[in-house]
């Protein structure tokens, strides 16, 4: 079992920067693809960003590309997103999540077999 928790989130205003943890418990992470979504209220929950289990595989959402970088350090158990640019259509709780299937990237949460309990991001205009 691995448990994800995430940190720092928070209230910033649009154009700001964050910088987003998932730390990871148990052996098993660097062999973990990771990944992020993010839900905002009354949406479905979406694709944010990806890593592969070595960082040598990663993928965007098209709506991220540019402005968000997915990074890890598995010496730490640890994932981060960088956040730059932020806009009020980034608020949302922000889900970091592992796949056991570490080789190739997910865009799909049902490629996902653990998750954290999230991280509010709210973006003032």
């Known amino acids: 079992q691995v448990q994800l928790v995430e940190s720092g989130g928070g209230l910033v205003q649009a154009g700001g920067s964050l910088r987003l943890s998932c730390t990871a418990s148990?052996?098993?992470?660097?062999?973990?693809?990771m990944g992020w979504f993010r839900q905002a209220p009354g949406k479905e929950r979406e694709f944010v960003a990806a890593?592969?289990?070595?960082?040598?595989?990663?993928k965007y959402a098209d709506s991220v590309k540019g402005r968000f970088t997915i990074s890890r350090d598995n010496a730490k158990n640890t994932q981060y997103l960088q956040i730059n640019s932020l806009k009020p259509e980034d608020t949302a709780v922000y889900y970091c999540?592992?796949?056991?299937?570490?080789?190739?990237?997910?865009?799909?949460?049902?490629?996902?077999?653990?998750w954290g309990q999230g991280t509010q991001v709210t973006v003032s205009s």
């Open positions: 999540a592992a796949r056991r299937l570490g080789l190739w990237v997910g865009v799909s949460p049902n490629e996902y077999d653990y």
């Open positions: 148990g052996r098993t992470f660097s062999s973990y693809a």
């Open positions: 890593i592969n289990w070595d960082g040598a595989r990663t």
